[in-house]
């Protein structure tokens, strides 16, 4: 639509500037209270592993998601009841076993729903609504063997596919349920909300219209600990996209009244969004794809992140591993890399200057900054700043600077401080 005046056109552009500061400051600090910055500890890197019976990731995992472990309700209740005898938690033992003997909190995912347990025998299905006795049975019994020695999210992506059935209504009161139950038995237990796919406006939608829920007059928010996200972009979007979707979960998450904190419990890139195979990204994207993520995400409130995964996987553009499923790929060095970067400091912002491109993440240690560098393709050129003694690159060679020096930034990110 084309402006009739001058003065209409400086007020367009007033508030068109407006909006970028807005969308600035949403970069710099999150849209939530939930999102102020925290120290990072090892409970952010998290993993998704699905060899973890037989071997622990070889990197430092601070956090495991048992998604890909085969302990979905099916298969750790056999029968109806609470009977002891109609429950199995040897395997989920051995996974928990095996996640605490290296210092790593387990996250089991509670749902699907049994067959014997669907309200619609005639058409059962993993996606279907439980019968909720037969659901409280089940959550009352995962806790009450595991207590907090695990996280428990309630439900794998309702809003993808026919992974759920019934309507919102339904997943929040099967979201409240559980809740209770869990508090009941072990009140300082983290129960995480159902994790919502954000790559699609469709399932962006879905996610909104499940946080507008109330249960018992409580927004269904509030029944739970985190948020879980699986914050995949497009097959060819960046952790910048991802970024930006997360934001914009966090302001639907704010219209709705919910304070607890954002966890990334999915992510990787270059994804179809199918089971279809996808080419692996250039192994320099890889790196620094996995760099960048867990930087942006904690720039942006989110308090864990789980990777998927330890393992070959051929729907997944970027790669943990070789195809011996052992040995650590270069992404894992970028994985075991940023951890030295971030463990110990909060990632205060994260910002962009759209003349240079390049990103800027600002990190605090006890009053002393340091910076992490990077544009998304090409080069530019930034002077280090006041205080910078030393400059690390992603391969992890450290070499020296001072300040007003000018430094070479790729998309590989580059680490500068004291």
């Avoid at 946080?211 to 739970?224: E, L, W």
């Avoid at 930006?244 to 009244?257: D, E, G, M, P, Y």
């Avoid at 003694?389 to 070479?408: D, H, P």
Wanted: glycine share 6%; proline share 8%.
């Amino acid at each position: 639509m084309r402006l009739r005046a001058r003065r209409t056109f400086r007020s367009a552009r007033v508030i068109a500037l407006a909006a970028a500061m807005v969308m600035a400051l949403s970069v710099l600090f999150g849209t939530t209270a939930a999102s102020a910055s925290s120290t990072i500890t090892s409970r952010y890197f998290g993993m998704h592993a699905p060899g973890l019976a037989t071997a622990f990731p070889n990197a430092p995992v601070g956090a495991i998601n048992l998604t890909t472990n085969r302990v979905y309700w099916p298969l750790l209740q056999k029968a109806p009841g609470p009977d002891p005898a109609n429950f199995d938690f040897t395997a989920l033992h051995q996974l928990v076993d095996q996640s605490h003997a290296h210092g790593a909190q387990p996250l089991l995912v509670l749902g699907q729903t049994p067959d014997w347990a669907s309200k619609t025998p005639a058409t059962p299905g993993p996606g279907t609504v439980p019968n909720m006795p037969d659901w409280q049975t089940y959550v009352s019994a995962v806790v009450t063997e595991f207590g907090t020695t695990i996280d428990y999210q309630i439900w794998p992506e309702p809003n993808a596919g026919s992974n759920w059935q019934g309507t919102w209504a339904e997943l929040a009161q099967l979201v409240a349920v559980a809740s209770k139950t869990i508090h009941q038995v072990a009140p300082q237990a983290i129960v995480v909300s159902p994790a919502m796919v954000i790559r699609k406006p469709i399932q962006v939608k879905k996610f909104s219209k499940f946080f507008a829920q109330k249960v018992n007059g409580r927004p269904v928010g509030s029944y739970v600990d985190a948020v879980a996200l699986d914050a995949y972009p497009l097959m060819d979007g960046t952790p910048e996209d991802s970024a930006a979707q997360i934001r914009s979960a966090h302001t639907i998450l704010v219209r709705n009244k919910v304070t607890a904190p954002v966890w990334n419990v999915e992510i990787n890139y270059g994804v179809a969004g199918s089971a279809l195979p996808v080419t692996p990204l250039p192994v320099r994207t890889q790196a620094s794809y996995v760099m960048r993520n867990f930087l942006l995400d904690a720039a942006n409130g989110v308090r864990r992140v789980y990777w998927l995964g330890w393992a070959p996987f051929s729907t997944l553009g970027i790669q943990m591993v070789q195809n011996d499923g052992v040995t650590p790929a270069p992404a894992a060095a970028a994985y075991s890399l940023i951890q030295k970067w971030m463990l110990g400091r909060q990632v205060r912002s994260c910002t962009h200057d759209r003349k240079t491109r390049v990103w800027t993440c600002t990190l605090m240690q006890q009053r002393r900054a340091s910076w992490v560098y990077w544009v998304p393709s090409g080069k530019a050129h930034v002077r280090a700043p006041k205080g910078a003694r030393r400059v690390q690159a992603m391969s992890g060679v450290v070499q020296g600077t001072q300040a007003g020096k000018w430094l070479t930034v790729t998309n590989a990110p580059i680490w500068v401080r004291h």
